[in-house]
């Protein structure tokens, strides 16, 4: 089903005494031009300026909800997705944002694909109060663009086998889903959307057992980012003993499933949701085999790069699971050869040597919040597009982008920055679902062009010879 042009599109914001980010997460959403747009923010019983931030905006498309009580994170979210009108929905994180007209490029999509999902690789940030100093202020832009077809049976069998991460599917937390989508999920798991300690990577392995395809947008449509108040940055940097890990866990009425404990690792949770979806949903295709040795393999691999104290929860916490779920000769041929190490250092700034993606640094930016940092990615990807038609940027063209507000130093940053997109290779292939047919035709474009003007430039000096026109001999 593709949307109509009236349908709405809801953003959930689900927030608690996160006040200090959540302005600027609804300054990225106010900014969207679509006037069917809804955008809920779910207070889950905050003690801050959670209220007074949400009053401080003018804006008719802004509702405000709060349960009354403080919630765990699957019932706050059930609460929020609950008030959602039918439509299109996506949950964005109150210190993540959404970037310049991602609501147009998420209808036409949609409409483009003819599916009931959309999902999309984020833009990356980090706030510059993240917990790891070396991390702050770092920001990281896809340049990949266009979008594809996927099938969710076969993407569902690579996250289950550990070759892809569960953002790869159309997870709530990174797309726009069809309402009746949802609708189906809690119909099939017992009147729940979310019986999983962790929402955002069970809600992907359960839409995918519903829908057969979703479209994917390898441009980001939001910005993923990272504050001191981030969950899941505190829980692999911090552990799963720190207050704010425990209340999610003892909040929360959902349990866990029965074979695993608390674990600071990802692909531990991605097992465990996996785990309790199978229990309620069973997809068209059938369930793809869970992968423990891969599991295992990756867990203590991310494991490794943490501090001390993260690296001996998660590799007890393995011990526990490898136990309770009778995995323990695969597991005890992998502890074996696990070993902490420091952490590898982030992406320095520039482009990578695919050119897939662009690292700035957001502290010489004077970058300050998710806002700013989807305005530079919004700015960096329009001039991008002005590449894809075989042009090097010059600076007066990025010159043009730039907000009115800045000032003459960090103009120049900006400038110096977005030219590195010059440094891409491959600037002339059009990305789209299609990029080799549309690169031979760019390429032929090209070609034509170059014989038009030599043509012209030939009649021009023929012209000014007195020679008068070229005419044919018979």
């Not at 809920?40 to 801050?48: A, H, I, P, T, Y």
């Not at 691999?301 to 393995?318: G, H, I, K, M």
């Amino acid at each position: 089903m593709a949307p109509k042009q009236a349908s709405i599109f809801t953003v959930v914001i689900p927030t608690l005494n996160r006040a200090d980010v959540l302005y600027s997460a609804i300054e990225t959403c106010v900014r969207q031009d679509d006037p069917a747009l809804k955008i809920l923010v779910s207070d889950n019983g905050s003690e801050d300026d959670t209220a007074k931030i949400v009053r401080s905006f003018s804006d008719s498309r802004i509702h405000y909800i709060n349960p009354g009580r403080q919630l765990g994170m699957p019932e706050h979210w059930e609460f929020a997705l609950s008030h959602v009108d039918p439509g299109f929905v996506t949950v964005l994180g109150d210190d993540d944002g959404l970037l310049p007209d991602a609501i147009g490029q998420a209808r036409r999509l949609l409409k483009t694909h003819n599916v009931q999902a959309v999902a999309w690789r984020k833009a990356e940030y980090h706030w510059p109060d993240h917990i790891v100093l070396s991390y702050r202020n770092w920001l990281q832009i896809p340049l990949r663009g266009g979008s594809e077809l996927r099938e969710s049976a076969a993407v569902l069998s690579e996250v289950l086998g550990f070759k892809r991460t569960y953002t790869a599917l159309p997870c709530i937390y990174n797309s726009f889903v069809a309402t009746e989508v949802l609708d189906a999920v809690r119909s099939r798991s017992g009147g729940r959307l979310f019986p999983c300690i962790t929402p955002d990577a069970y809600s992907g392995i359960a839409i995918a057992c519903v829908i057969d395809h979703y479209a994917f947008s390898h441009m980001p449509l939001s910005v993923n980012a990272a504050s001191r108040h981030s969950n899941g940055t505190s829980t692999t940097h911090l552990g799963t003993e720190i207050d704010s890990t425990r209340r999610h866990y003892t909040s929360s009425a959902t349990p866990l499933h029965p074979w695993f404990v608390r674990c600071a690792s990802v692909p531990v949770l991605i097992a465990e949701a996996a785990l309790t979806a199978r229990a309620y949903l069973t997809p068209s295709h059938g369930w793809p085999e869970l992968d423990w040795t891969a599991m295992f393999e990756l867990a203590a691999r991310y494991a490794e790069y943490r501090s001390p104290v993260v690296f001996a929860d998660t590799l007890n916490a393995l011990d526990e699971i490898a136990q309770r779920a009778d995995q323990i000769t695969a597991w005890r041929r992998i502890r074996a050869g696990v070993l902490c190490c420091d952490p590898p250092a982030l992406p320095p700034p520039g482009v990578d040597a695919a050119g897939d993606s662009l690292v700035v640094d957001g502290a010489a930016l004077g970058l300050r919040t998710v806002a700013d940092a989807s305005s530079f990615v919004g700015t960096a990807l329009y001039l991008l597009g002005q590449q894809r038609r075989g042009e090097r940027l010059r600076v007066h063209q990025v010159a043009a982008c730039l907000a009115p507000g800045l000032d003459a130093r960090l103009k120049k940053i900006w400038e110096s920055n977005l030219l590195q997109l010059n440094d891409r290779p491959n600037i002339n292939v059009l990305y789209d679902s299609s990029p080799t047919k549309m690169g031979i035709w760019y390429k032929l474009r090209a070609r034509l062009r170059i014989r038009f003007r030599m043509r012209r430039a030939w009649r021009r000096l023929r012209a000014g010879l007195g020679m008068g026109p070229h005419v044919s001999s018979p």
